[in-house]
C-alpha cells in the first residue's frame, strides 16, 4: 500500500467563511485529512470506477469526505477522473474515480 504525500492544496475556498478556514487548518494540523486521503486512496484502489458515493458506499467512508479528498488526490496524481456516468447510489450524473 503506497503511502499518501504531503498534499499542500487549500482545504477551503477564499470565498468561504472563516469558520471553514479553521476547520481546514485543524483538520490538516491534527492529521486528519492525510488520515482520510489515504482512507480514500485505498478505497479507490479496492473499488476502481466508482462515483465519489458509491466509494463511500462500498467503503463505509463519510460520502462529504470521499467527495472533499478525490480532488486533492487528482492534484496530487493518485487518482485521475473517468467519465460522468449516472451514479448508482444518487443516480445523477457523476464522475468516476480510479487509482493511477
Same mark, same amino acid.
Given at each position: 500500500?503506497?503511502?499518501? &504525500? !504531503?498534499?499542500? /492544496? &487549500?482545504? #477551503?475556498?477564499?470565498? !468561504? &467563511? *472563516? +469558520?471553514?478556514?479553521?476547520?481546514? *487548518?485543524?483538520? /490538516?494540523?491534527? $492529521?486528519?485529512?492525510?488520515?482520510?486521503?489515504?482512507?480514500?486512496?485505498?478505497?479507490?484502489?479496492?473499488? &476502481?470506477?466508482? +462515483?465519489?458515493? *458509491?466509494?463511500?458506499?462500498?467503503?463505509?467512508? !463519510?460520502?462529504? %469526505?470521499?467527495?472533499?479528498?478525490? @480532488? *486533492?488526490? #487528482? +492534484?496530487? $496524481?493518485?487518482?485521475?477522473? $473517468?467519465? #460522468?456516468?449516472?451514479?448508482?447510489?444518487?443516480?445523477?450524473? %457523476?464522475?468516476?474515480?480510479? @487509482?493511477?
Amino acid at each position: 500500500m503506497s503511502s499518501v &504525500p !504531503d498534499i499542500q /492544496t &487549500p482545504a #477551503a475556498r477564499n470565498s !468561504d &467563511p *472563516e +469558520t471553514s478556514h479553521l476547520a481546514a *487548518e485543524e483538520i /490538516t494540523k491534527s $492529521g486528519k485529512r492525510k488520515a482520510q486521503q489515504q482512507k480514500v486512496l485505498n478505497a479507490v484502489k479496492k473499488f &476502481p470506477n466508482r +462515483t465519489s458515493a *458509491e466509494i463511500a458506499n462500498r467503503s463505509k467512508l !463519510d460520502r462529504y %469526505a470521499v467527495a472533499r479528498r478525490l @480532488p *486533492e488526490l #487528482a +492534484t496530487a $496524481g493518485l487518482v485521475k477522473r $473517468g467519465n #460522468a456516468r449516472q451514479c448508482r447510489i444518487n443516480h445523477r450524473q %457523476a464522475i468516476v474515480w480510479s @487509482p493511477v
